[in-house]
């Protein structure tokens, strides 16, 4: 059955919502979803959910895992939307949640899988740079596996995120200083098991 362009039908009416939706802010949509509406929640989920996939994908180099994942952290979220008090990014609690799912996922899997496969590295279309740096990206995914967990997860979240040490912290809920010592372990450690290597 069509349409016809009419207002009040239900497809219509769903159009119209979602799009509303889309206009409002992340802390405008919590409300709603707080005081018991479901639609809005969507619209957090597609906002977010790509920067979601993508730091767990980082973290357990598998897209199927990754995924399952990422869902998880939403329906997460959505039980604890209540517990959620606008004190943080509501993306950066999310990034809690994830990073959480994705350190508990790593203890019960041993040894975990590599997990860089792509790193910022400049691109060229010279066949022996390119070898050399697929060979890099190699040993530095091999590296950061071997990484302790809170040392992989701060170069993760600072490095491959590009977050700041401020926004890592709150994710981590550790002191910023932490944060900091424990990047520069990890960036050490990665340069000495690459020297070893080479």
């Not at 709603?32 to 980082?58: F, M, N």
């Not at 993306?91 to 975990?112: D, E, G, H, V």
Request: glycine fraction near 2%; include cysteine; hydrophobic fraction near 35%.
């Amino acid at each position: 059955m069509k349409d016809n362009g009419n207002p009040t039908s239900p497809v219509n009416q769903l159009t119209e919502k979602l799009s509303k939706y889309r206009e409002l802010s992340d802390d405008e949509l919590i409300k709603l979803v707080k005081a018991g509406e479901v639609e809005p929640y969507d619209e957090l989920v597609r906002r977010h959910q790509i920067k979601i996939h993508d730091l767990c994908y980082k973290m357990v180099r598998n897209y199927d895992d990754a995924r399952d994942l990422a869902q998880e952290t939403f329906i997460k979220a959505f039980r604890k939307i209540n517990t959620f008090h606008g004190r943080s990014k509501f993306s950066t609690w999310l990034y809690r949640i994830a990073m959480n799912n994705c350190l508990n996922f790593i203890k019960k899997q041993r040894p975990t899988e590599q997990l860089y496969e792509e790193i910022r590295i400049g691109k060229s279309d010279d066949p022996v740079q390119i070898f050399k740096n697929k060979r890099f990206r190699e040993q530095l995914r091999e590296a950061v596996a071997k990484l302790p967990e809170v040392q992989r997860a701060v170069f993760t979240l600072r490095t491959l995120e590009d977050l700041s040490y401020e926004e890592v912290s709150e994710i981590l809920k550790k002191p910023v200083s932490t944060i900091k010592v424990n990047h520069h372990l990890a960036v050490k450690n990665l340069r000495n098991q690459m020297k070893a290597e080479q």
